[in-house]
């Protein structure tokens, strides 16, 4: 179908939609045209552009196909042999998309990309993900379509969270679990989120507003600074104090908390009787930890055993948050310290 369109040069492709969004001036029906350094926006026909935002054309544009999980495969020629080994899942932040692109598959990268760029809505970048390294868990990524950097921010429970996938932790795959987490702050409690990255725990518990206070703790300065940008925006995070610290260092004199979130999954375990401490007689520690399915029976009396003061914690509940590997999975535990 033919309509009004505007033109605009890729650099500032993402500039101009957002505010082609904030003026309702963008057609959401059809889908947006990438040329080779341009990218032409569907416009909404009664709605003024400014002349200094690109040229004002005549397009034929093509409504959205109807979509659902995995079929970014349909968009790629390839034969059964290849597409075996073709992901299903991939990741989205922001405008971001990220893949892990097995071995097979690595000469075949920008096919993958340009694919999930026109598959994704809104998507501005493709990234091959290579996965989480160091104490500070930053992603190494490598661009295989679109263009523009690392940073965005991505939507989750009615928040925009600012996000740089290669400066600081964020995994979309934890919405779920920010929100559960939120959900049970009880009215006036105190909250330590320990090793919060850009704080998504901190910014959904403070959008729930019945913490009294939320201290957020984090070694990579990048990532609390990434937090008190996104919670700037927010009146109600005013109750959030960010902190660059180690937690070994942090929790030597930290006055306990009705409540702790403890998300260092690989390493938690070296910690936990650390961050124990930090909880209050009668408090409750939200603690994540990578466990293998074969050795998931028994898992929480054991780590329920390791906190201190000794026999004061039970293991209320914990549930898998979502597969981590072919053999293991990220699991919620939530523990309870007793009364003094
Ligand atoms: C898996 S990320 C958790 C991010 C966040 N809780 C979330 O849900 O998105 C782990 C975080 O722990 C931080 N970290 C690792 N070791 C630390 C330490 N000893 N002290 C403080 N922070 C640490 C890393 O910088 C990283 O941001």
New binding site residues.
């Given amino acids: 179908m033919i309509g009004r369109a505007l033109v605009v040069p890729r650099a500032r492709a993402e500039e101009v939609r957002r505010a082609l969004l904030e003026r309702a001036a963008l057609r959401t029906d059809v889908a947006i045209l990438r040329g080779e350094g341009t990218v032409t926006f569907p416009l909404r026909p009664d709605v003024p552009i400014p002349s200094d935002w690109g040229e004002v054309v005549e397009r034929t544009f093509s409504p959205h196909r109807p979509r659902g999980p995995g079929e970014f495969r349909e968009l790629l020629p390839w034969g059964p042999e290849l597409l075996a080994d073709l992901p299903r899942s991939f990741d989205v932040i922001g405008e971001i998309v990220l893949v892990r692109i097995p071995p097979s598959l690595e000469t075949r990268k920008e096919e993958i990309g340009e694919a999930l760029l026109r598959f994704v809505p809104g998507a501005r970048i493709v990234g091959w993900d290579r996965g ?1 390294h160091g ?3 930053r992603r190494s990524v490598e661009r295989i379509a679109g263009a523009g950097g690392w940073r965005t921010r991505h939507r989750e429970n009615r928040l925009e969270i600012e996000v740089d996938v290669e400066r ?4 979309p795959r ?1 919405a779920r ?2 929100a559960l987490v939120a959900g049970a702050v009880a009215a006036g409690e105190r909250v330590y ?9 901190s910014l959904t518990i403070a959008q729930g507003a019945r913490a009294r206070e939320i201290v957020a ?4 300065e990048e ?1 609390i600074a990434l937090l008190r940008s996104s919670a700037a925006r927010y009146p109600f995070a005013s109750r959030i104090r960010a902190e660059r ?4 260092a ?1 929790v030597e004199s930290a006055e306990p908390f009705e409540r702790a ?1 403890f ?3 690989r ?1 938690g375990i070296k ?1 936990a009787p650390l961050v124990a401490r930090a909880v209050a007689p009668g408090g409750r520690l939200h603690y994540y930890e990578v466990v293998p399915r074969a050795g998931a029976s028994g898992r929480a009396e054991l780590i329920a055993s390791a906190l201190p003061p000794r026999s004061a914690w039970r293991p209320v509940e914990s549930h898998s948050v979502h597969p981590y590997s072919p053999s293991a999975d990220l699991v919620a535990f939530l523990f309870e310290r007793g009364p003094a």
């Fill in positions: 989480v104490p500070e868990r600081a932790y964020f995994s934890l679990e920010h989120d320990l090793a919060c990255g850009v704080g998504p725990f703790v984090d070694a990579n990532a610290a180690r937690i070994e942090f979130v998300n260092l999954p390493e910690y």
